[in-house]
């Protein structure tokens, strides 16, 4: 067997969470940091709240009012096409139709 191709164990690694609890364990790190441990984790403690480290809940909800407004004016612009159309009063005439109008001026 080759010597010295195995990394290095630590027996005493300390990992240390975001909410303060330490504990320790092996790990070929001497030291670990995360963010959620089984102290705070929402399973285990039995509370219910959301973990949001980086803000998507955030994001997401922005995302929503954006996508809301934008909707909104596109339904605005809709509504002032529709009421312009019934005020102006001419319909869009098919080529068919152009050509029947014509002769009917044509003819008169």
């Given at each position: 067997m080759k010597k010295e191709i195995h990394p290095k164990v630590n027996k005493e690694c300390v990992v240390t969470c975001a909410c303060g609890n330490t504990f320790t364990?092996?790990?070929?790190l001497p030291s670990i940091s995360v963010e959620i441990?089984?102290?705070c984790h929402p399973f285990y403690t039995g509370q219910r709240r959301f973990v949001d480290t980086e803000k998507r809940i955030d994001k997401f909800n922005r995302k929503m009012i954006l996508a809301d407004e934008k909707k909104k004016a596109a339904d605005?612009?809709?509504v002032s096409k529709k009421i312009q159309k019934k005020v102006s009063g001419s319909k869009d005439m098919s080529v068919k139709e152009m050509l029947e109008h014509i002769k009917k001026e044509e003819g008169q």
């Open positions: 364990t092996m790990s070929t441990c089984g102290a605005k612009i809709k």
